[in-house]
C-alpha cells in the first residue's frame, strides 16, 4: 500500500497502522485487506472508492463537526484547554458541575482560531480552561450557548499513581499463584476465596506482603466451562466457583437433612482433588446444587439489604450479566444463535425473558455477591495477618466472543476482530486469542464507563491490580476474523485516558497497579508507564542486553515486579531442564529444528548460570534445587520494588502452566499443584514443605 493512498490516509486517521516493526526489528507493511477489514470493523465504511473518499472528508474535520469532545482528561495539577465549536460569533457561559455537586464557573481563554467551514456552515472555535485546582474524579463540563446546553464528561486524574506505604520505603515480595490450582483437603476440587485465605496468611507469617493470583473473571454458566482464566466470559464479574460453600453464613439455619446434601455434594466434590487434571465442570456441579440449596434458605433483613445493597450498588451491568446467565441456562450457547430479538439486552423481548426467568437472574446476582463478599473477605483477611499489599488480582486482556461482555456491551466491542500478537519470542507463529477488542471511538463516547466499572469492581476485591498486556492500553493487534496472525494490525488507543482512568481508580482504591509490559514494546511505552507510577514486569530470562547478554540484577527497573518465570512458562525447575522446548516441539510450535532451538536455549540459560557461578552464588555440580534456590536469591540483588515467587515453585514444580498458541493440544490451566514427579501437592503440605521454607528463606535474607 502507498502510504499516501486515501485508504492509508484513512487508516492513520483512524489510529491504524499501515507499517509496524516486528519481533526482529524487520519492517512489515500491512495489507490492504486487513487495513480494510479493522476500518470496517471500527465503524467506517470503505466498501468503495467513493466511500473512502467521504469517509476521509468526515475525518478531516473531526473535531469540529462537535461542539464538545466526546471527553476531556486532565491530569490533576495541570490547566487544559478545551475547544468549543459554534457557529461563528456565537457567544458561550460555560460551568463544571463537580462530582460532588458543586458547580464553579469555567473561564474562556484569549485564543484565536480561523473559523472553519463546516458542511455548509462556518464554525468558529472558542476555548474554555479548565482550572489546574479541579479536584480527582468524573465530573461534567456543560456549555450554554442561547438556550441550548451541551454537556460532556471531564476526568482528572492523578498525575502520577502514588505507591502503596508497603512499597515507599523498601521492597516488598510474594507469592503468584494459580489459585484454582492451589487447593487444600477441604477444597472442593478447585482452590477457592478461603483457600486464597488460607494461603496469604501463611506467606504473611513468612513476611510477604501480597499474593498475586490469576484472573478470577467469570466463565460460563453450563458446561463446559472455559479452563482459561484469561479467556472469561465477563471481565467485571467473578467466577463462583471460587465460593467456599461452607462460609456461606446461610449454611447454619439448613435443616439436619439439608445439611446431609450439602456435605454429600462436598464429599464427591472433594474426590476431584485426587485426578491428575482439574475437574471444573465436576467441581461447579457440586457446588452449584449446595448453592441453590443455600440461596432458597430465607434471608435475615440484614442479609437482605446487604444484598439489596449491593445490586444497586453493581446496577445494570450486574443485571444484564445475571440475565445473559439466566438466558444461557435457558437457551445455551452461543447466544449469537438465539433469537435476534435476544440480541439486545434493552429489547422488550429481553425484558420479558428477565420477568420470566426472575429467580434465576436473582440467583446469579446472588451468587455474584457471595463470591465477590468472599474474595474480599479474604482480601481483608490478607491485610490483617500484616500484608502491606494483600491479594493482588489479575486483568485479563479481553473477554468471549459468545461471552456475557460481548453481549450485554454490543458495539463497544468489536466484531468480527480478534485480539492476538504477532509473532514473538513467545509464540514464533503469532497468536490469536480469540477476544473481540475494545473500540476506541465508542468506549470514549460512554466515557469509558465499561472500563471504569470493571476496574472498580476488580480493585473493590485486592489491593493491586496486575494488567495482563498493558500494552492494550496504547494499542492492540486487530486480527480480522478468519485470517492468520500474521495478517493483523495495530490499533492505537488513547492511552492517556485508559492508564489515566486505571490510575485514578487506583489511587482511591489505594492500590498498587502492575503492568504486564513484555513483546513488542515501543520504547517510550515503559518510560510513560513509570511516569504515571505504574509498574512493569520483569522475568529473569528475558533481562538482557543488545547482545543478548544476562543484564545484572542491579540494573533492573525499580518500579517493577521482577520473577524468575511467568505463566507462560514452566516453572523454574522445568526451564532449567528445557521443559518448553519440549513441550513446543511435540506441538509443532517451533519454527527451527529442534537441535538448533536446543543449543540456543542451552546457550542462553547457560549464559545466566555462569553470572550465577562468577558471583558466588552457585557451585558447579549444584542441583536443579539448588539452581531455583540461587535464581531468586540473584533477583534479591535487584531494586525492583516487588518480587515475585511462583507457588510451583515452592514445591517443584516442572510442568508448564500455559503453552501460548495451543488448546486442546495441551491440558493448559488444567494442572493442580504439583512436586517434580507429577505429585499433587495441597496447600496443607505446602504449608510444612521444606523446600518452601528453604526458597522464602533465600528471597528474605538480605545479606550479600
Not at 218 to 231: G, K, R, V
Request: hydrophobic content about 40%.
Amino acid at each position: 500500500m502507498s502510504e499516501g493512498s486515501p485508504l492509508a490516509q484513512l487508516a492513520r486517521a483512524h489510529g491504524v497502522a499501515t507499517e509496524y516493526r516486528d519481533w526482529k526489528d524487520n519492517h512489515v507493511t500491512v495489507s490492504d485487506a486487513t487495513i480494510a477489514a479493522v476500518l470496517t470493523a471500527l465503524g467506517v465504511d470503505v466498501s468503495d472508492d467513493a466511500a473512502v473518499t467521504e469517509a476521509l472528508r468526515v475525518a478531516a474535520d473531526g473535531t469540529w463537526r462537535q461542539v464538545l469532545p466526546t471527553v476531556v482528561m486532565v491530569r490533576k495539577g495541570t490547566e487544559s484547554w478545551v475547544p468549543v465549536h459554534l457557529p461563528d460569533g456565537q457567544s458561550l457561559s460555560a460551568r463544571i458541575e463537580l462530582e460532588d455537586g458543586a458547580e464553579q464557573d469555567i473561564a474562556q481563554a484569549d485564543h484565536w482560531v480561523d473559523p472553519r467551514e463546516v458542511d455548509g456552515l462556518l464554525t468558529g472555535e472558542a476555548t474554555v480552561v479548565m482550572p489546574a485546582s479541579l479536584p480527582l474524579g468524573y465530573h461534567r463540563l456543560v456549555v450554554r450557548t442561547g438556550e441550548d446546553e451541551h454537556r460532556t464528561t471531564v476526568i482528572v486524574t492523578p498525575a502520577r499513581l502514588a505507591l502503596p506505604a508497603a512499597l515507599r520505603t523498601d521492597r516488598a515480595w510474594g507469592l503468584q499463584a494459580q489459585l484454582y490450582g492451589v487447593r487444600s483437603a477441604r477444597s472442593w476440587g478447585i482452590g477457592d476465596a478461603a483457600d486464597l485465605a488460607e494461603l496469604g496468611t501463611w506467606a504473611a507469617r513468612n513476611g510477604a506482603d501480597f499474593v498475586l493470583v490469576n484472573p478470577v473473571h467469570a466463565a460460563e454458566p453450563i458446561a463446559p466451562m472455559e479452563p482459561s482464566p484469561y479467556l472469561p466470559t465477563t471481565r467485571r464479574f467473578v467466577n463462583p466457583m471460587y465460593i467456599r460453600v461452607e462460609e456461606v453464613l446461610e449454611i447454619g439455619y439448613l435443616s439436619a437433612a439439608e445439611h446431609q446434601l450439602v456435605e454429600w455434594h462436598g464429599d464427591d466434590a472433594r474426590r476431584l482433588n485426587n485426578l491428575e487434571q482439574l475437574d471444573r465442570d465436576g467441581c461447579w456441579t457440586a457446588k452449584e446444587a449446595a448453592l441453590r440449596m443455600l440461596f432458597r434458605v430465607p434471608r435475615t433483613h440484614r442479609r437482605v439489604r446487604e444484598f439489596e445493597q449491593f445490586c444497586a450498588e453493581e446496577g445494570d451491568g450486574l443485571l444484564d450479566y445475571a440475565t445473559w446467565c439466566a438466558l444461557v441456562l435457558d437457551r445455551g450457547l452461543p447466544w449469537q444463535e438465539w433469537p435476534e430479538e435476544l440480541h439486545d439486552p434493552r429489547s422488550d423481548a429481553v425484558r420479558g425473558e428477565r420477568e420470566r426467568l426472575a429467580t434465576e437472574v436473582e440467583f446469579q446476582c446472588w451468587l455474584q455477591w457471595i463470591a465477590q463478599r468472599q474474595l474480599a473477605d479474604a482480601q481483608a483477611e490478607l491485610r490483617s495477618a500484616g500484608m502491606g499489599v494483600g491479594v493482588v488480582a489479575d486483568l485479563a486482556v479481553g473477554v468471549h466472543p459468545s461471552g456475557a461482555d460481548a453481549w450485554a456491551l454490543g458495539d463497544v466491542l468489536a466484531r468480527d476482530i480478534s485480539v492476538g500478537a504477532p509473532p514473538d519470542d513467545y509464540n514464533q507463529l503469532g497468536q490469536d486469542w480469540s477476544q473481540p477488542p475494545w473500540r476506541p471511538n465508542r468506549l470514549a463516547e460512554q466515557a469509558y464507563l465499561p472500563y471504569r466499572e470493571m476496574i472498580r469492581t476488580a480493585l473493590s476485591m485486592s489491593g493491586g491490580l496486575r494488567v495482563d498486556h498493558i500494552l492494550g492500553l496504547f494499542r492492540l493487534w486487530w486480527v480480522p476474523r478468519g485470517e492468520s496472525p500474521t495478517e493483523g494490525t495495530y490499533v492505537r488507543y488513547d492511552h492517556e485516558a485508559m492508564v489515566g482512568i486505571l490510575a485514578l481508580e487506583a489511587h482511591r482504591a489505594g492500590a498498587v497497579v502492575i503492568g504486564e509490559d513484555l513483546g513488542t514494546v515501543e520504547g517510550w511505552v515503559r518510560e510513560y508507564l513509570a511516569e504515571r507510577g505504574i509498574l512493569g514486569t520483569s522475568i529473569l530470562w528475558f533481562e538482557r542486553d543488545k547482545d543478548g547478554a544476562p543484564l545484572p540484577p542491579e540494573t533492573y527497573r525499580q518500579l517493577c515486579l521482577a520473577s524468575v518465570t511467568t505463566h507462560d512458562l514452566p516453572p523454574t525447575a522445568g526451564y532449567l531442564q528445557g521443559e518448553h522446548i519440549s513441550v513446543r516441539h511435540s506441538l509443532n510450535l517451533l519454527t527451527q529444528p529442534l537441535e538448533e532451538e536446543i543449543a540456543q536455549d542451552d546457550a542462553q540459560r547457560e549464559a545466566v548460570l555462569s553470572v550465577l557461578r562468577t558471583r558466588g552464588l552457585l557451585g558447579e555440580r549444584a542441583s536443579i534445587e539448588d539452581q531455583v534456590d540461587a535464581l531468586h536469591r540473584f533477583l534479591t540483588w535487584s531494586p525492583s520494588k516487588m518480587l515475585g515467587v511462583s507457588v510451583n515453585d515452592l514445591v517443584g514444580d516442572v510442568r508448564t502452566i500455559n503453552q501460548p498458541g495451543t488448546h486442546d493440544e495441551y491440558p493448559n490451566w488444567r494442572l493442580p499443584l504439583a512436586d517434580a514427579n507429577g505429585n499433587a501437592v495441597s496447600l496443607d503440605q505446602l504449608m510444612v514443605s521444606r523446600r518452601a521454607k528453604r526458597l522464602i528463606r533465600c528471597v528474605t535474607q538480605r545479606e550479600r
